[in-house]
């Protein structure tokens, strides 16, 4: 039988990678939509796109490092 104490720390851990899995979405979408809107000119906006690529990649391995402790 699961206590409340363990239901509680499964709902947390699902949360936090629903939350984690939507961030990696909206920063992949950024890498996509971005330079269609601003002109790719030079550094500044190749480290933005690395950023936020670098960002959707963390966020996506936080969410498969959390659905995996459920399992």
Do not use: C, H
């Amino acid at each position: 039988m699961v206590s409340n104490k363990e239901k509680d720390k499964l709902a947390f851990i699902k949360t936090a990678s629903s939350i984690s899995s939507n961030l990696a979405a909206g920063w992949f979408g950024l890498v996509f939509v971005v330079p269609n809107f601003v002109p790719f000119q030079g550094f500044r906006e190749a480290s933005l796109l690395t950023t936020d690529l670098l960002s959707g990649i963390v966020f996506l391995l936080a969410s498969y490092k959390l659905e995996k402790t459920i399992i």
